[in-house]
């Protein structure tokens, strides 16, 4: 059972567009949210995290949207550049079952900036 | 700074066979996961670790050993490589139960195929 769904498998934007990525989960006791960026042959980085009791939080041209009532997660990226390219991954945690080290991560979404 | 350090970074193995794959850590980090990918399955945990001394089993433990003796290392053990374990590991850490929030960081991955 995936408790953390990304039923994007891809994305592609224009660059200077935004993009949003979105993520839904199924465990009400997730409290912690991440986003991370992943190039080919490397491992995942972080991107930008919300805790449950935000709705939104902001980084430079990052912001992540948190609706715990449908239990949906966004990510959006304005404007879009052509480094934003790679596979973008949600994540979920509990602090019941122990943020820092257990990570419940979706499937990714590819997204693609053309110029 | 080079944070968590995977060895090595490709290995071809026959069914059967045994291997440890390395992860090191100079960050101080407590708390040590190991993660593996598999197309269209994003990152699933496999064993993590709360300090030295301590492991615990994640999401798809089987055919996995690990220990912990000191806070930089957290080796993954392999007993008897099975095709099913053809996949690309992460290692990861992060800071501990003083910044439960803190985000885990990802060494550069292990790709391992068993024939």
């Known amino acids: 059972d995936q408790q953390v769904k990304q039923n994007s498998p891809s994305l592609s934007v224009q660059e200077g567009r935004i993009s949003i990525l979105n993520c839904d989960y199924t465990?009400?006791?997730?409290?912690?949210f991440l986003w991370y960026k992943k190039y080919p042959a490397e491992g995942p980085t972080f991107l930008i995290s919300?805790?449950?009791?935000?709705d939104k939080n902001e980084d430079g041209r990052f912001t992540v949207f948190l609706n715990k009532s449908a239990k949906h997660l966004s990510l959006h990226i304005v404007p879009s550049q052509p480094g934003d390219s790679a596979v973008y991954f949600c994540?979920?945690?509990?602090?019941?079952?122990?943020?820092?080290?257990?990570?419940?991560f979706g499937t990714g979404t590819r997204l693609q900036v053309t110029l | 700074n080079a944070g968590v350090t995977q060895t090595p970074k490709f290995q071809v193995l026959k069914t059967g066979q045994s291997m440890t794959l390395q992860c090191a850590q100079d960050m101080n980090h407590e708390y040590m996961s190991w993660y593996r990918q598999d197309p269209g399955m994003g990152l699933r945990l496999i064993h993590y670790s709360v300090g030295a001394g301590i492991t615990d089993q994640g999401e798809v433990p089987n055919g996995y050993n690990v220990s912990r003796s000191t806070t930089e290392d957290f080796p993954l053990r392999l007993l008897s490589a099975a095709p099913s374990q053809t996949s690309v590991y992460f290692c990861?850490?992060?800071?501990?139960?003083?910044?439960?929030?803190?985000?885990?960081?990802f060494g550069d991955g292990t790709r391992l195929s068993i024939l």
């Open positions: 990861a850490s992060n800071p501990g139960r003083w910044a439960l929030n803190q985000p885990q960081h």
């Open positions: 465990n009400s006791m997730f409290d912690y």
């Open positions: 919300i805790s449950s009791i935000k």
């Open positions: 994540a979920a945690s509990s602090a019941l079952t122990g943020t820092a080290s257990k990570l419940t």
